[in-house]
C-alpha cells in the first residue's frame, strides 16, 4: 500500500480543508477487507462444524422425500403423507389445475392429481411449494430471497425442457434445478445469524446484505450439498448443487449436473439479453458453447426452442405456484 502523505500544518485563517478522502478510502477498504476475512472463517466454521441450519421444510416434504426414495410405496402412501397438510393440500390441487400442470380436466382430490400427474410430479409440487414458503418465511430479505425463488423455478423448468429435448432419462430433472441455489437462501439466514453474533459479542455493525454476493460465490454450492443432505433429497440431486456451475468436476459425468448447469446459464444468459446486454445471436452461440463444454450436444435450434419455452412456461409457471 502507498504511503498516504502527511497533512501540511495549517493556519488558523486558512479556509478549512477537505477532509483527507484516500484516508477515509483506506480505513474503509481495512474495515471491509477485516470484516470479509471474519465472515469467510465464520461461514467456513460453521460449515465445519455442521452448524449451518438448513431453511426449514414441512414435515410433509420430508417424509414425501423420504418415501418416494424407496421403491416400496403406493399411490395411497403419497396421498396419505400429503394429506397431513392441509395446507400443502390444498396447494398441491391448485397447482395441478394451473395452467402449467393442468390437463384436459380439473382434478378435484388428491388422489386424482397423484394419478394423473404422477408421484415425480406430485412430488415436485410439494417439494417447490415447501421451498418456497420456506425461504420466504423471514420479511427481511424479501427481495433476495423472490429473485431467487424465481431463478429457481426458471431454472427448474428449463432444465425439465433439457432433458425432455436431448431424451435424459431424468426424473430428479425439475427438482435438480429448482433446488441448485438452495446454498443461497440457506447462506442469507447464517449471513443474517453471524450479523446478530458479531453486534452482540463485538459491537461490529454492517449489512449483512452487502456481503451476499461475495458469501454466495464462494459457499453456495458447498452448503447447497450439505441441505440437499439434510433434506434427503436424491444423490443426484444432491451432485447437480454441488457441481452446477464446475460440471467436469462430477466424477460420475452425471447428465442431470450438465442439464442444470447449462440451464442455469441459459437463465442468466436469459437475462442479460431481455436488458438489451447481449445480442440474440450472442446468446445462441454462449449456450451452444456451455452445453458443449458440459458434454451435452445442444445445438441453435434448440436453444431457439427452449429461449421460447423458459418464457412462457415461467409465467405459468410462476402463477401456478403463488
Ligand atoms: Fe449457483
Ligand atoms: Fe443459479
Not at 495549517?10 to 481495512?30: G, K, T, V
Not at 452448524?51 to 396419505?80: K, N
Request: charged share 30%; aromatic share 6%; proline share 5%.
Amino acid at each position: 500500500m502507498t504511503a498516504t502523505p502527511l497533512p501540511l500544518p495549517r493556519r488558523s485563517d486558512s479556509p478549512r480543508p477537505e477532509a483527507f478522502p484516500s484516508l477515509e478510502i483506506d480505513r474503509e477498504q481495512r474495515r471491509i477487507e477485516a470484516l470479509l476475512k471474519t465472515l469467510r472463517r465464520q461461514v467456513s466454521e460453521d460449515i465445519r462444524e455442521d452448524r449451518i441450519e438448513a431453511p426449514l421444510l414441512p414435515s410433509v416434504a420430508v417424509e414425501l422425500m423420504r418415501l418416494t426414495a424407496t421403491t416400496e410405496f403406493q399411490l395411497r402412501d403419497v396421498v396419505g403423507v400429503i394429506e397431513r397438510d392441509q395446507f400443502i393440500t390444498a396447494k398441491v390441487l391448485k397447482t395441478a389445475n394451473s395452467a402449467f400442470f393442468a390437463g384436459t380436466r380439473e382434478v378435484t382430490s388428491l388422489r386424482e392429481a397423484v394419478q394423473r400427474l404422477g408421484v415425480v410430479n406430485v412430488r415436485d409440487i410439494v417439494l417447490a411449494i415447501s421451498f418456497r414458503s420456506a425461504i420466504l418465511r423471514d420479511q427481511r430479505y424479501k427481495d433476495v430471497m423472490t429473485h431467487l425463488w424465481e431463478h429457481a423455478l426458471m431454472c427448474a423448468n428449463v432444465t425439465r425442457q433439457i432433458a425432455k429435448i436431448k431424451r435424459l432419462p431424468m426424473d430428479e430433472a425439475f427438482l435438480g434445478g429448482l433446488l441448485h441455489d438452495i446454498g443461497k437462501p440457506t447462506l442469507v439466514i447464517s449471513l443474517m445469524n453471524i450479523e446478530k453474533a458479531l453486534r452482540e459479542r463485538a459491537g461490529i455493525q454492517f449489512e449483512p446484505g452487502d456481503y451476499f454476493q461475495v458469501v454466495f460465490d464462494e459457499f453456495h454450492e458447498q452448503v447447497g450439498a450439505l441441505v440437499a443432505s439434510s433434506w434427503r433429497l436424491p444423490s443426484v440431486c444432491r451432485r447437480a448443487i454441488e457441481y452446477h456451475h464446475r460440471p467436469s468436476e462430477d466424477a460420475e459425468h452425471n447428465p442431470l449436473v450438465a442439464a442444470v448447469h447449462v440451464a442455469d446459464r441459459l437463465c442468466y444468459a436469459l437475462d442479460e439479453e431481455s436488458q438489451g446486454l447481449t445480442s440474440p445471436a450472442e446468446f445462441f452461440e454462449e449456450i451452444v458453447k456451455v452445453a458443449a463444454a458440459a458434454g451435452l450436444a445442444v445445438s441453435a435450434p434448440e436453444v431457439d426452442m427452449l429461449m421460447r419455452d423458459a418464457k412462457e412456461a415461467h409465467d405459468k409457471a410462476l402463477a401456478a405456484f403463488a
